[in-house]
Structure formats: C-alpha cells, structure tokens
C-alpha cells in the first residue's frame, strides 16, 4: 500500500508540475514586467497589453534568479556590478567585476534587470542571477517602468 501511495503521489506531482503560464494568460491594467525563466523571455505589459518583448538571460545553475513578485525599489542609470562568482572557469579569483552596467532596476536585494554589453547569449542562462537584457530592451525598459512597476519572474 505504501508502494501505491508513493508512486501515485510522483505521478500526480508530475501532472502537477507541468502546467505552465504563458505571457498570453496574464492580464493586467498596470504596467508589469513578467520574465519567464523556462523560455527566458521578458514581456512588459500596460494597460493589458503587451508593449515589448525580448529574450534575456537570467541566472545560471548556481546563482539562480530569484523567483516571486517585487516592486522595481532602485533605478540607476549606470553602475558597477560585483560580487562572489562559483564559476572558477570564468572567474578564476572568485569574484566577477563588471563596469558601467546599463539600466539597472533593482527588484529584490541584489537582483536586477540591466543591460548586459558582454555577452549576447540571449535566450540561455549566463548570469550571476540578475535578468540581463539587450542593451535597446534594457534602455526602452528603463523608460518605461517607474519605481514601484511590479516584476513577476517565474
């Protein structure tokens, strides 16, 4: 019995866990970032419909991007980003530096979407857990959301 139990909890925890949303199932009157990580996109809303999208990268297997619903807290034009990096074949010291970062909107602690000019993986995971976007995304992005437009990353 026991066996039963177990095996139909997998079964059903599997059914479970392949609904997916789509930025085609939100509606909002506000202005919303969404980023999904499975497709790695970002699709900003405003009054319900979609005003831009682009592909972005968000974090990788150890600094994954954290997932919820946060108010954009910080704006800054440009600003140095830094901090502990696992991947030794990248960083060998430990620790990533990357100067004059673009559009930076903080959403969470150290979580933001920015402009990433040192990579075009878009599409993939590469970062340090930010959402790194194109730098035209990042800048219309910039523009369009204010202190307090919510993003939503699942």
């Known amino acids: 019995m026991k066996r039963v139990l177990?095996?139909?909890?997998?079964?059903?925890?599997?059914?479970?866990?392949?609904?997916?949303?789509?930025?085609?199932?939100?509606?909002?009157?506000?202005?919303?970032?969404?980023?999904?990580?499975?497709?790695?996109?970002?699709?900003?809303?405003?009054?319900?419909?979609?005003?831009?999208?682009?592909?972005?990268?968000?974090?990788?297997?150890?600094?994954?991007?954290?997932?919820?619903?946060?108010?954009?807290?910080?704006?800054?034009p440009m600003k140095d980003m830094r901090g502990p990096s696992p991947y030794k074949h990248l960083y060998p010291s430990g620790k990533y530096h990357i100067k004059n970062v673009p559009h930076v909107m903080f959403f969470h602690q150290g979580y933001a979407i920015h402009g990433a000019y040192w990579h075009n993986n878009f599409g993939r995971v590469a970062s340090h857990g930010c959402v790194n976007v194109p730098l035209a995304s990042a800048e219309w992005l910039f523009n369009f959301a204010s202190v307090g437009t919510k993003v939503v990353v699942y």
Do not use: C, R
């Open 6 to 76: 177990i095996t139909l909890f997998f079964v059903l925890s599997f059914f479970v866990s392949t609904a997916s949303v789509h930025a085609e199932d939100i509606y909002t009157t506000e202005k919303l970032i969404v980023v999904d990580t499975g497709s790695q996109t970002l699709t900003a809303w405003n009054e319900g419909k979609i005003q831009h999208t682009t592909k972005v990268s968000t974090g990788m297997k150890k600094t994954p991007t954290v997932k919820g619903t946060y108010p954009i807290y910080w704006k800054i």
